[in-house]
């Protein structure tokens, strides 16, 4: 089984609609990211999480919220979607220890019409 | 702040020659880098990082990068391409340092796109 899993993988919203994406991971790391990527733009940081209690904004993080419901758990909210969030969404984990290498889950592609 | 930028987008390369993609960093501190690659309808995969120990690292697949602090870059190459390398590639610069803060934070670069030809 997978380390990193997210759900849905593919989504079709409408505009003003609020979702949410799922990220569980069995690694027992205390970090988790979620990031976006576009074509062309790489991936940016929406937000990031040390533990449960500790949430933090990344670099794009309006229009997004966030939920730690546990260690494992991390889930991303777009309140009212948008067109311009249609994107490719990574959740990401590390151990927040030594070289920080990050384990990403396979992705959600989600369409906002 | 920390960036990533790599050189081209886009790289095409024949079947048994040299993979090189361009990765220039900037960072204020030690940097550790990672390259990732992203096979199609599939997340981000470790190759390699540097983390201050030996400048030249090995990665899987074949792959290897050179961390260059004159010339601010960490390029990776492969001495010969196969075709199940066509992916595409990230440079990525952590906000962690050797003896410093950490905050696991990853800036990535746009991304290369590694097309291998018959």
């Known amino acids: 089984d997978a380390d990193v899993t997210q759900t849905p993988r593919n989504r079709i919203t409408k505009t003003g609609k609020r979702i949410m994406l799922e990220c569980s991971q069995t690694?027992?790391?205390?970090?988790m990211y979620w990031y976006r990527q576009d074509p062309g733009l790489g991936l940016r940081l929406i937000y990031y999480?040390?533990?449960?209690?500790?949430?933090n904004k990344g670099e794009i993080s309006d229009g997004y919220s966030v939920s730690r419901q546990a260690q494992a758990k991390f889930s991303l909210s777009l309140e009212s979607a948008i067109p311009n969030q249609t994107a490719l969404y990574f959740c990401?984990?590390?151990?927040?220890?030594?070289?920080?290498?990050?384990?990403f889950g396979p992705g959600t592609r989600l369409l906002v019409l | 702040a920390q960036s990533v930028t790599q050189l081209g987008s886009h790289v095409s390369v024949s079947e048994g020659a040299l993979v090189l993609l361009r990765c220039n960093y900037s960072?204020?501190?030690?940097?550790?880098l990672f390259w990732y690659v992203q096979y199609p309808n599939q997340g981000l995969q470790l190759l390699l990082k540097?983390?201050?120990?030996?400048?030249l690292v090995k990665g899987i697949n074949g792959f290897e990068a050179e961390f260059k602090k004159s010339e601010t870059s960490f390029h990776l190459t492969k001495p010969s391409a196969h075709m199940r390398d066509a992916a595409e590639y990230f440079c990525?610069?952590?906000?962690?340092?050797?003896?410093?803060?950490?905050?696991?934070?990853?800036?990535f670069g746009q991304g290369t796109i590694l097309t291998v030809h018959p």
């Open positions: 990401a984990t590390s151990s927040g220890q030594g070289t920080e290498t990050q384990y």
């Open positions: 690694k027992g790391h205390d970090r």
């Open positions: 999480s040390f533990d449960v209690k500790d949430i």
């Open positions: 960072s204020s501190v030690p940097p550790y």
């Open positions: 540097y983390t201050s120990a030996a400048t």
């Open positions: 990525a610069v952590s906000d962690s340092s050797a003896g410093g803060t950490s905050y696991g934070k990853l800036t």
